[in-house]
C-alpha cells in the first residue's frame, strides 16, 4: 500500500504545482485578467475529463497491457520535458481572439504530461483495488487530495517567492521523472514483488464488468446526479475566483486560495463516509450564504479582508454540501472509474458555463449568482431523491423553495438596478463594461464602468463636456504632467503614450500638434470611447489607438526599430480594481525607458483600494535612474473630479524643481522590500489590511 500512497501522492502534487506555473507563465501574454486564469481552468477540467476517460479505458485491459500503454504515455511525456512555453512562439498576435489561443497553447505544451498526470489517481485506485482486493481504494483519493492541498498551498508561500519560472520548471520536471519511476513500480508491481496473479484478477476484466462481481449497476439517475454536483461545484469555484480576482489582481493566491478549499472538501468527504454531516452541513449552507450575498450586494463598499473571508466560506460551504452528496451516493469500488469520469464530466462542464457559456450568454456578471442558484436547485433535489423530506417535518420543502425564491431575488437585484438608466452593456473576454447615464448636482452626465469601478465620466452638457475629470484633473499627477511639461511651457507639441484608454478622458489636454496614443486590449472599449463619448473626437491632437496588450505591442514597437520618443507615458491600464502586474515589471520598466524621451515624464495611476502601490513604483523608478514625485490631489464632486494618487518618474529636473509640481508633491513612500519581476511578484508586502 505504501506504494500506491507514494505514486499517488507525488502524481497529484506534480499535477497541483503545474497548474499555477503555467498559469503564472502565459498569463502577461493576455492581458494579465480574470479571464486568463479561468481559461486555463477550463483546460485543466478538460484535461482531468481526458485523463479519466483514459484511466477508464485502460482499465478494461489486462495489467501487462496496462502497464506497455501507460508506459508510452510516460516515456511521451519525459520527452516534452522541461515544460516552458516559448514565449517567441506562443504570445500572441494583437487583436487574436485569447481563448483558442491560451487553449492551444496549454494543449501542445503540457498537454500530454497533464494527461499522464490527471490519470494517475483512478488508475492507481484501480490497481489498488486489484492488488488488495479485500481494502477500500477511496481512502487513496483523500491522500490524493491532501496532496493537491500541500502542493497548492505551498506554490504562493514557498516556491513563487524562492524559485523563478524557469528554474520552477526544471524542479518540477525532476519531480516529474521521480512520479515515473514510481509509477512504473506500481503498475508492475506484481512482477516486482511475486504478487500472485490469481490474487488481483488482473486477466479477467470482463469478470469484472458483471453486476454480481461489480455491485449494482449505476442508474441514469446516479450518473445525472454525479454530474449536477460536480458541475456545481466546479462552478462555484470558477464564479468564486473570478468574483475575487476581478475586483483585486490575479495573482497565484487568488487563484490557490478557493481551489485549496474546494480539494479540502474532497479531502474531508472522502475520508471516510461519517465524515459528512447532511444535517449539519445543511445548517451551514444558508448561514454561509447569507454573508456572501450581502457582500455581492454591496460590493466595492467591502473591505478586502471580509469579501475573501466572506466569499471563500460560501464556497467551501457549497463544495462540502455537493462532494457530501456525492460521496453518499458513490458506487461499488469496481465502479470507481466510471464515477471518477462522471465526477471530471461534471467539473468539466461548471468550467466551461463559467469561462465560455457565460461571456456568451450573459452581459453581466451572472455566473455567481446562477451557480448558486443551480447549487441550491440541485442539493434540494437530491435531498428529495434520497427522502430526506420525506422523513422531515413537512414545512421543510417549502422553506427551502422560499429560501431559493429569496436567493434569487436578493442576488439579481443588484445586477439588475443599473437597467433603468444604463444606456449599454458589453462583455467579453476581458470583462463587462457599462455606460450609464446619471443625475448629479452638477448636472447630467454618462459614465463607463469596469465590474463595480468607474473608469471615466463626461458630462452631457455641450459646455462641459470638455472638462477634464475623473481621476485626471488639473490638480492631479496627469493633470500636472501635461500642463507643466518644460515642452508644454514653450509651446512645443507633446507626444503622450497612454496604456488604458477608458473614455480617452486624457485626451482634453491635447493642442494642436500633439499625437496621443492609446494602448487597449479591449476592442470593446476603443468601441465605446468612439461612440459613447466624444473625448476623442473633441481633442485638437491627432488620435491614434493600439489594439493589444500594451506591452506586447510596445516591444513589437521597439523590435522593428519603432521607438515612439514620447514625452509622457501614462500608466492606467487597469482592470476593475485589478493589477495587470505585468506592467509594473523591471522589465517593462526597461521598455517604458526604451520609447521615453531623455527628459519624458512617466505617470502611474497608483490610486487603489486594496494595495499601496507607490513603494514598489517608487523603488522601480529609482533603479531606472529616475527621480520620483508622488501627487495626491483631492475630489472634486462638483466638477466630476475624483481623489487620485499618482506616482510620477523622470529625469527631467526642470519639470521636477516647477513650483506648482514642488507644492503638490505627496511625501515620498518607503522603498519596496522586493522588486517584481517576470519571474517574480508578491502582493502580500503591498496590502491595505
Known amino acids: 500500500m505504501l506504494l500506491h500512497t507514494i505514486t499517488i501522492f507525488l502524481g497529484s502534487f506534480l499535477l497541483f504545482q503545474l497548474q499555477p506555473l503555467v498559469g503564472r507563465s502565459i498569463l502577461p501574454w493576455f492581458g494579465g485578467g480574470p479571464a486568463v486564469w479561468a481559461t486555463c481552468m477550463v483546460f485543466f477540467q478538460a484535461g482531468l475529463l481526458a485523463g479519466y476517460s483514459y484511466a477508464h479505458g485502460v482499465s478494461t485491459l489486462n495489467r501487462t497491457r496496462q502497464a506497455c500503454v501507460h508506459g508510452g504515455l510516460l516515456i511521451a511525456s519525459l520527452i516534452l520535458l522541461p515544460l516552458s512555453p516559448a514565449a517567441e512562439v506562443w ?54 487530495n491532501i496532496a493537491s492541498l500541500l502542493a497548492l498551498a505551498s506554490y504562493p508561500f514557498v516556491v513563487e517567492p524562492l524559485l523563478s519560472l524557469r ?49 449494482p449497476a449505476i442508474s441514469g439517475g446516479d450518473l445525472l446526479f454525479w454530474l449536477l454536483l460536480s458541475a456545481c461545484g466546479s462552478a462555484l469555484l470558477l464564479a468564486t475566483t473570478n468574483q475575487l480576482c476581478q475586483e483585486v489582481a490575479v495573482i497565484p493566491f487568488l487563484w490557490i486560495a478557493p481551489l485549496a478549499l474546494y480539494l479540502l472538501s474532497f479531502v474531508i468527504c472522502f475520508r471516510n463516509d461519517q465524515s459528512y454531516d447532511r444535517v449539519l452541513w445543511g445548517i451551514l449552507l444558508p448561514g454561509f450564504l447569507v454573508p456572501a450575498c450581502s457582500v455581492f450586494v454591496l460590493g466595492a463598499r467591502v473591505s478586502l479582508p471580509l469579501q475573501i473571508i466572506v466569499y471563500l466560506a460560501a464556497l467551501f460551504a457549497g463544495c462540502m454540501v455537493c462532494h457530501g452528496e456525492l460521496v453518499r451516493s458513490r458506487p461499488h469500488p469496481t465502479r470507481l472509474t466510471a464515477f471518477y469520469l462522471a465526477l471530471s464530466a461534471g467539473g468539466a462542464l ?3 458555463f463559467v469561462a465560455l457559456a457565460a461571456p456568451a450568454l450573459f452581459t453581466n456578471f451572472w455566473e455567481y449568482p446562477v451557480a448558486w442558484w443551480a447549487t441550491c436547485l440541485t442539493v434540494v433535489a437530491v435531498w428529495h431523491r434520497s427522502g430526506l423530506f420525506r422523513r422531515a417535518p413537512n414545512w ?20 439588475l438596478s443599473y437597467m433603468p438608466y444604463t444606456d449599454m452593456v458589453a462583455r467579453n473576454f476581458y470583462g463587462v463594461l457599462r455606460v450609464i447615464r446619471h443625475q448629479e448636482s452638477s448636472g447630467e452626465m454618462r459614465t463607463l464602468m469596469h465590474g463595480a469601478i468607474t473608469h471615466g465620466i463626461q458630462f452631457v452638457e455641450p ?28 509651446h512645443l507639441p507633446l507626444r503622450v503614450g497612454v496604456i488604458g484608454l477608458g473614455t480617452g478622458s486624457i485626451a482634453v489636454y491635447g493642442l494642436q500638434g500633439d499625437l496621443f496614443r492609446f494602448y487597449e486590449i479591449n476592442p470593446a472599449v476603443i468601441a465605446i470611447a468612439r461612440e459613447r463619448f466624444s473625448y476623442l473626437a473633441d481633442s485638437a491632437a491627432r488620435i491614434e489607438t493600439a489594439t493589444g496588450d500594451a506591452r506586447l505591442t510596445l516591444e513589437t514597437e521597439l523590435a522593428s526599430g519603432r521607438q515612439q520618443r514620447f514625452d509622457i507615458m501614462v500608466v492606467d491600464a487597469f482592470s476593475s480594481d485589478a493589477i495587470p502586474i505585468h506592467l509594473l515589471t523591471r522589465e517593462c520598466f526597461a521598455v517604458y525607458g526604451r520609447h521615453l524621451r531623455p527628459d519624458g515624464i512617466i505617470a502611474i495611476n497608483a490610486t487603489n483600494r486594496f494595495l499601496d502601490l507607490a513603494p514598489l513604483i517608487r523603488t522601480e523608478g529609482e533603479l531606472e535612474g529616475f527621480r520620483v514625485a508622488p501627487v495626491s490631489s483631492p475630489a472634486d464632486s462638483p466638477n466630476g473630479i475624483f481623489k487620485a494618487d499618482w506616482i510620477l518618474l523622470t529625469r527631467n529636473t526642470i519639470f521636477i524643481n516647477d513650483t506648482t509640481l514642488r507644492n503638490r508633491l505627496a511625501p515620498l513612500p518607503p522603498a519596496a522590500a522586493r522588486l517584481w519581476t517576470d519571474d517574480y511578484a508578491s502582493l502580500w508586502p503591498l496590502v491595505k489590511f
Request: glycine residues 10%; positive net charge; charged residues 15%.
Open 396 to 415: 421543510l420543502l417549502p422553506l427551502a423553495g422560499c429560501g431559493i425564491a429569496l436567493l434569487v431575488i436578493t442576488t439579481a437585484r443588484p445586477l
Open 350 to 352: 461548471g468550467g466551461m
Open 463 to 490: 459646455g462641459r463636456r470638455r472638462r477634464a475629470t475623473s481621476y485626471y484633473g488639473p490638480e492631479s499627477g496627469i493633470g500636472l504632467a501635461l500642463l507643466h511639461h518644460p515642452r508644454r511651457i514653450s
Open 91 to 144: 504570445k500572441p498576435v494583437p487583436g487574436s481572439p485569447p481563448a483558442p489561443t491560451i487553449l492551444s497553447l496549454l494543449a501542445t505544451t503540457v498537454g500530454v504530461p497533464y494527461l499522464a498526470l490527471c490519470a494517475s489517481a483512478p488508475l492507481v485506485q484501480h490497481w489498488f483495488l486489484q492488488d488488495f482486493p479485500q481494502r477500500s481504494p477511496y481512502r487513496l483519493y483523500s491522500f490524493s
Open 167 to 215: 528554474h520552477q520548471a526544471l524542479v518540477w520536471s525532476w519531480g516529474f521523472g521521480l512520479y515515473c519511476l514510481a509509477c512504473a513500480a506500481c503498475v508492475l508491481r506484481p512482477v516486482l514483488f511475486g504478487t500472485p496473479r490469481t490474487a488481483t484478477a488482473q486477466e479477467d476484466p470482463p469478470q469484472e464488468r458483471r453486476g454480481d462481481a461489480a455491485g
